[in-house]
C-alpha cells in the first residue's frame, strides 16, 4: 500500500480524507508544515501532499527527492509556493487540486465586503455588550456601483455574477476575456480609478507580485473596499497600511496576507512577538482578516479530497496527468 504524507493537516483534512480513501492509500496526517526541519516525516513514503503555507523550494524538493518521493500533490489550487523547476529538475511529479469549489471562495469574498460595508463585525461586539447605537455603523448602497474583479477566471465570474445580483456594473481584468458575461472589460487602472469595489481572483506569479501597491492604491476612490482571497503577495502590505491611515482608500477585507506562513492556521492568542504590520492590520476598525478561509465549506474539502485522491490515483497507475502543475504564464 502505497503511504502518502500530509504535512499541515488539519482535523478537516483528516476527516475528508479519510472518508474519500476507502483505505487504497496509508494515509499519515501531520500538524507540522513541510520544511527543512520536518523532511525526516516523508520518510518512507511515496508521496507528499501539502497546502498553501508549506515551503517546497529547492532545498525541500532535494530532500525529498533523497527520501524517494515521487509525487507533491498539492490539495489547493495555486502552486507559488513550489520550485517547480527544481522539483521536474529532480524527477518529482507535481499535480494540483485545479477548481474544488470556486463558489465557495467567491461568496467568501462577498461575505468580507458586505461585513465591512455595513459594519456587521462591529454591530456584532457591540450589541453582546447591550450596546443597540447605530453611529458609526453607516455604510453605501451597492446598488448601481461599480465592482472591479482582477482575474475573471471561474472565481471572478461567479464573485461578478453576485456583484451582478446587487445591480452593480462589473469591470474586468483579464489575460483571457470570455465574452457574453456582462463584464466589461478593461486595464487595472481603469478598474483602481472607477470601482467602488476592488476583488482580487488571480495566481500569484513573479510578474505580478505586488500588484496592488503604492501607486495604484492612490488611484482608488476614498470609501471604495479592496477585497483579495487569492494570494497575499498580490498585496504590498506596508502600502495597503499607509493607504489605510492616511484615508486614501475606505477599507480591505483580506483572507491572505503576504507574510501569512508563520501565521495562519494555528493559535497565536498568547504570542507576545508578533507580525508588526499584520497586528497593525487587525487592529484597524476598516480591515478584516480572516486567517485563509475561503476555500472551507463542507463541499470544497470533499472535492479537494475526492480530487487530489483521483490524482494519487493516476500517478500511480501511469493514467494520463490532467492536474499536473506548469509554469504560470
Request: net charge positive.
Given at each position: 500500500?502505497?503511504?502518502?504524507?500530509?504535512?499541515?493537516?488539519?482535523?478537516?483534512?483528516?476527516?475528508?480524507?479519510?472518508?474519500?480513501?476507502?483505505?487504497?492509500?496509508?494515509?499519515?496526517?501531520?500538524?507540522?508544515?513541510?520544511?527543512?526541519?520536518?523532511?525526516?516525516?516523508?520518510?518512507?513514503?511515496?508521496?507528499?501532499?501539502?497546502?498553501?503555507?508549506?515551503?517546497?523550494?529547492?532545498?525541500?524538493?532535494?530532500?525529498?527527492?533523497?527520501?524517494?518521493?515521487?509525487?507533491?500533490?498539492?490539495?489547493?489550487?495555486?502552486?507559488?509556493?513550489?520550485?517547480?523547476?527544481?522539483?521536474?529538475?529532480?524527477?518529482?511529479?507535481?499535480?494540483?487540486?485545479?477548481?474544488?469549489?470556486?463558489?465557495?471562495?467567491?461568496?467568501?469574498?462577498?461575505?468580507?465586503?458586505?461585513?465591512?460595508?455595513?459594519?456587521?463585525?462591529?454591530?456584532?461586539?457591540?450589541?453582546?455588550?447591550?450596546?443597540?447605537?447605530?453611529?458609526?455603523?453607516?455604510?453605501?448602497?451597492?446598488?448601481?456601483?461599480?465592482?472591479?474583479?482582477?482575474?475573471?477566471?471561474?472565481?471572478?465570474?461567479?464573485?461578478?455574477?453576485?456583484?451582478?445580483?446587487?445591480?452593480?456594473?462589473?469591470?474586468?481584468?483579464?489575460?483571457?476575456?470570455?465574452?457574453?458575461?456582462?463584464?466589461?472589460?478593461?486595464?487595472?487602472?481603469?478598474?483602481f480609478k472607477e470601482a467602488d469595489v476592488i476583488s482580487l481572483h488571480c495566481p500569484l506569479t513573479q510578474d505580478n507580485h505586488h500588484l496592488v501597491n503604492a501607486e495604484n492604491l492612490a488611484m482608488m476612490k476614498k470609501n471604495a473596499i479592496l477585497i483579495n482571497t487569492s494570494r497575499g503577495g498580490l498585496i504590498d502590505s506596508d502600502a495597503l497600511l499607509n493607504a489605510l491611515r492616511e484615508g486614501q482608500i475606505g477599507g480591505a477585507g483580506l483572507d491572505v496576507y503576504e507574510e501569512e506562513g508563520e501565521w495562519f492556521y494555528d493559535d497565536h492568542s498568547e504570542t507576545i512577538k508578533q507580525n508588526k504590520n499584520l497586528s497593525l492590520l487587525v487592529s484597524m476598525p476598516n480591515v478584516i482578516i480572516t486567517s485563509h478561509q475561503a476555500f472551507l465549506t463542507h463541499e470544497a474539502l470533499s472535492n479537494i479530497a475526492t480530487i487530489t485522491l483521483k490524482n494519487l490515483d493516476d500517478f500511480f497507475s501511469g493514467a494520463d496527468l490532467k492536474s499536473r502543475a506548469v509554469a504560470y504564464s
Open positions: 500500500m502505497k503511504k502518502i504524507a500530509f504535512f499541515g493537516a488539519q482535523s478537516y483534512d483528516r476527516e475528508a480524507f479519510d472518508a474519500a480513501n476507502n483505505g487504497r492509500y496509508e494515509l499519515r496526517y501531520f500538524r507540522t508544515r513541510l520544511a527543512p526541519t520536518s523532511l525526516p516525516l516523508s520518510d518512507g513514503c511515496d508521496a507528499v501532499c501539502a497546502f498553501v503555507n508549506d515551503t517546497l523550494n529547492k532545498e525541500v524538493i532535494a530532500g525529498l527527492k533523497v527520501r524517494g518521493i515521487k509525487l507533491i500533490a498539492m490539495r489547493c489550487a495555486g502552486y507559488n509556493n513550489v520550485d517547480l523547476k527544481a522539483a521536474y529538475d529532480e524527477g518529482i511529479t507535481v499535480v494540483r487540486v485545479p477548481a474544488y469549489s470556486p463558489y465557495a471562495v467567491a461568496e467568501h469574498a462577498a461575505a468580507l465586503l458586505l461585513t465591512l460595508n455595513r459594519h456587521l463585525h462591529k454591530a456584532a461586539a457591540r450589541t453582546r455588550d447591550y450596546n443597540f447605537s447605530l453611529n458609526g455603523l453607516t455604510g453605501f448602497d451597492l446598488h448601481e456601483k461599480t465592482a472591479g474583479i482582477i482575474g475573471a477566471g471561474k472565481i471572478g465570474r461567479i464573485f461578478g455574477d453576485i456583484m451582478k445580483g446587487f445591480g452593480m456594473k462589473v469591470l474586468a481584468f483579464d489575460h483571457f476575456p470570455v465574452e457574453g458575461n456582462g463584464f466589461e472589460y478593461c486595464d487595472m487602472d481603469r478598474i
